[in-house]
């Protein structure tokens, strides 16, 4: 069950209020994360300043067939400012959105319960808008087992940790013959050309 | 931010000030309605300013000025005639020029406060 101040409960049961529940969103791009608002002025909360930006959220269904709801949300793109930055980030894939809803009068209140965690499932973008399919991860689209058993196939992301590679070259085909750090090459030499092992 | 010109002729007295609705609003069986405010703050629109017989330079500056602002693509600075307050406003449409008789000019516009 969700708990609310009860301030916040008597200002939710008001069949009037001059007082608006403002959506605020939390968007963490690689660098930075940014602090948007759907509203007509800034507004502080939790420490941070979110700025008046237009978005709109549109909850998905939820079915009885099993599927994973998902959350449609759309950011404007007329000035093209989040496009520059998604382009720039794979298209923000597996980057977190966080989605408050907030009483203005009441913004030292704790929402935390309100508040939705979700991931950037895929994302479009046309003239006016960035469209964000947000959700949470599908456990059943999981790889299991997590690592696969490739011959002349490395398992790891080109200058990632596991990969140790650090230097100035920028590409790597992620087989043996083209690896830029062998010692930690991320396939298994030791199993067979041809065909299938079980081991 | 450009600043909306001043013309040879004063504004028309006769204008509509109003703010932007952004209720939401439930009407329930009982006939009550439950209603809220969208955002913190309700922007002020003016409609219907009018200045008539605008002479030639007015018209040039005019239109220099909605060639600046993009007609209502940006913000500008608009002195309000009512209240005598700067307000930083956008044009609701593209305001309209018409000629009353050769050498004067009539011009009519809406703006909305950002």
Known sequence: MKTLSAASIVEKNRLSSPYPWLILLDIAFPNNTTYLVRNTDIVSFKGNDYTPFPFEIEFGKETSAGD???????????????????????????F???????????????????????????????????TFNLGLENPLQKRFPKLRYFRDYC????????????????????NFSDCKNPKRFGGFKGLAATNIRYV | MATFP??????????????????????????????????????K???????????????????SFLVEVRGTSTTFTWNCPIDSTNYVVRFLQIPSL????????QLSFGVMEE
């Open chain 1, 68 to 94: 994973i709801p998902t959350v449609t949300l759309r950011v404007s793109n007329v000035t093209r400012v989040i496009q520059n930055i998604i382009e720039l980030s794979d298209g923000l894939i597996d």
């Open chain 1, 96 to 130: 977190d959105v966080i989605i408050h809803i907030v009483n203005h009068h009441y913004l030292s209140d704790d929402y935390s319960d309100l508040d939705l965690h979700l991931t950037v499932m895929s994302c479009t973008c046309d003239e006016s808008w960035v």
């Open chain 1, 155 to 174: 398992n790891w992301k080109f200058k990632s940790i596991e990969c140790g590679y650090g230097g100035s070259i920028e590409i790597c085909k992620r």
């Open chain 2, 6 to 43: 001043t013309f040879s002729r004063t504004v028309e007295w006769e204008m509509e000030e109003s703010i932007e609705d952004s209720s939401v609003k439930s009407t329930l069986e009982s006939g009550h309605i439950h209603s809220r405010p969208k955002f913190t703050r309700d922007r």
């Open chain 2, 45 to 63: 629109l003016w409609n219907g300013v009018t200045y008539k017989n605008l002479n030639a330079t007015d018209r040039t500056a005019f239109l």
């Open chain 2, 98 to 105: 018409s000629r009353l008789i050769p050498g004067y000019y």
